[in-house]
């Protein structure tokens, strides 16, 4: 039987969109993240458990999926349908905690593998358990079974027509998030919604969302008002189906089931003539050939036509995440360019030579060493540099207050084993001292032995001039007298390259440090274009026309086979 015939290049377009959402990511807390985390999951939920494996196997069985609210029914519904008890029923909440599949005997491959809701791992009934009571306590785990993963359950039932499946799902609305969660991912790997509610339950928020989304798929929808009162089923079915139209809404097909004793818990089965309306509905969209086209056309449509109007609210997220990521990274540069200009012209004027190193210095040599004139220096350096990396940092965090982006946990943790920023910086600024010592007994080494002054006093001499501004000016004049000009002018250029070298290391450093957080989350301009692409080459591939049907298929099962 054929009812869908698809183009091997529209299925490649789609697994190339699906990669694409899949890679999307949203790890800043914009307002809009929590929702363009779960539109990415819903439209993946819905290409992997639905979209494409209904147009890889568009004649596989039909997918019914039963859900709806806590304490509708769900369970003895199905139960009902299939003819014995597969589901677990009662009144405990919240019931079915492994969603249950059931299909005919001939059917059973399609749903034994991972053909759809390839993330569940599939237990089942031996055979012999399925003639008389479902044994609960047997169940088989195929390929093994992690802590934590989720199951899906197959059971087979000849009562069920071929073609038909029917999932019994977990409470849209249970107090447990992993079985919402669950159960929403099942809605949307179907072929047909079947929402069960109560007259108790109809008007609640949570059923009448998952009609809208329904309606929002265009997808096959069939809506049951469960445990009627025999007294009130004309008024109560009057009210509902009133609800219905002011949706849009009101050409669902609804049907009725009466409160019975069967159905207030326990595992009873309705009686056939409650459920007969219901079954030979889908019986009919089962197995007649054109009601079965028009279900999977429409509700496979209905899910690409979704793609359409929402991937580019999910490419527009994705868009925010890299503006807000821009954002924070302009700050962290600008600030950190801004302090090491003021660093730079602090420098230039000399701010390093003041308190003991301008006092040091004044003494030296009759009552201060070279070493100790060093030692000032470094000091005095290192708490300038730190000064302003501080002040980089507190004006970084400043501005970023007004960042709801900001607000990330990975950008506003602080590695308690990290060094600090004192550590860092007097390091870098020893490093300089080491090799401007280095220079001084290169050059001091070429001078007469007898008459080469200590390399010490030299690099002293040296970094008082490069840091002292116009107060340092006479140790470049005693420089000059001591190892000659042409000698003092090359340490000085050599020098202040140092300098220069240095201050952009630690400052480059500590910038790099700030932004490696927000870098580690990998937000890119790159997955917004590549979306956008995606979703103009699948609209494409939709809009060429479909191949001669039998050389279509044939293609089809050839990369099938491959």
Known sequence: MVTLEVRPQLLDALSALRERVAAARFPLPLPGAPRARANRDELLAQLDDYLVPRLRDP?????????????????????????????EAGVLRPTTRVPVLACHPDDHHWFSG?????????????????????????????????AGEAQLRVETASALPRGLALLDAPDIDSLVAEN????????????IWIMVTTPARYADAVPWHLLRTAKQYD????????RVPHQLVTEVSRQYAALLTKAGLGDVPRFTVPELPESTGGGGLLPHTAVAPLRAWLTQRAQEPGARAHTVIRTAGGALAALRSRMPELAGAVAAQHAAA???????????????????????????LAGDALKRWRSYPLDCGPGELLDALVESTSALLLCCVTAAD?????????????????????????????????????????????????????????LAPDPEAVAAMLAVHLLGGRRGRAAGESLAERIGAQSALRLRDRGGRLVSNYVEKVF?????????????????????????????????????????????????QGRRER
């Open 59 to 87: 004649d596989a069985p039909l997918l019914a999926v039963i859900g709806g609210s806590t304490g509708a029914g769900k369970s003895t519904l199905v139960n009902s349908l299939v003819g014995r008890q597969i589901s």
């Open 114 to 146: 991972l053909r759809v809701l390839p993330g569940l791992t599939r237990v089942w009934v031996p055979p012999q358990d399925h003639l008389g009571a479902p044994g609960y306590g047997d169940l088989q785990v195929s390929g093994g079974r992690r």
């Open 180 to 191: 919402r969660r669950l159960a929403a991912r099942l809605i949307c790997a179907a072929d």
């Open 219 to 226: 997808a096959t929808l069939v809506s049951v008002l469960d």
């Open 326 to 352: 821009v954002r924070l990274t302009s700050v962290v540069e600008e600030v950190y360019e801004s302090e090491h200009a003021r660093v730079r012209g602090r420098l230039r004027n000399g701010a390093v």
């Open 394 to 450: 507190e004006r970084i965090a400043e501005r970023w207050r007004r960042e709801p982006a900001a607000g990330a946990p990975v950008l506003t943790a602080r590695d308690p084993a990290q060094e600090s920023a004192e550590h860092r910086v007097g390091m870098a600024v020893r490093r300089w001292r080491r090799e401007l010592e280095e220079y001084c007994e290169d050059e001091v080494r070429d001078l007469d032995k007898a």
């Open 508 to 556: 480059h450093g500590e910038r790099e440090r700030r932004l490696a957080p927000l870098d580690a989350l990998e937000v890119h301009a790159e997955p917004q274009a590549e979306l956008i692409a995606a979703l103009s080459v699948l609209q494409r591939e939709q809009g060429r026309p479909a191949r001669d049907g039998r050389a279509g298929r044939a293609e089809q």
